[in-house]
């Protein structure tokens, strides 16, 4: 028979990892470039843009371009935010795979 009282601790060891994982994460800031670093933007570990720094060269070059540099810096950073996210559950899990399960925010 198993052992009700053991798989509750456990769960509830694996939810509080998960709380840490989760607070770890919203308390870093990941910075994601693009442009050979003309445009870099900072997030959050929840993907909050905090910052968005353009080189001056840039204000006189093409809008569209500039947009675009934007977004490739901003995904470029929310990817890396992405993959923190993952990393802390498998921690937080003991590599245990949830199905997909993510970082709830």
């Known amino acids: 028979m198993l052992n009700i009282q053991g798989l509750m601790k456990q769960a509830q060891m694996m939810q509080r990892k998960m709380q840490e994982a989760q607070e770890k ?10 442009g050979n670093g003309m445009v870099s933007v900072v997030l959050t570990g929840k993907s909050e843009m905090k910052k968005i720094s353009i080189d001056k060269s840039l204000a006189s ?24 996210a993952e990393e802390g559950m498998k921690e937080a899990t003991g590599g245990v795979n949830l199905g997909g399960l993510k970082l709830p925010f």
Do not use: F, K, P, R
């Open 61 to 84: 070059d093409d809008m569209e371009m500039l947009e675009d540099l934007i977004v490739v810096a901003y995904n470029n950073a929310h990817a890396q935010v992405e993959a923190l």
């Open 25 to 34: 994460l919203a308390g870093t800031e990941i910075t994601g470039t693009s």
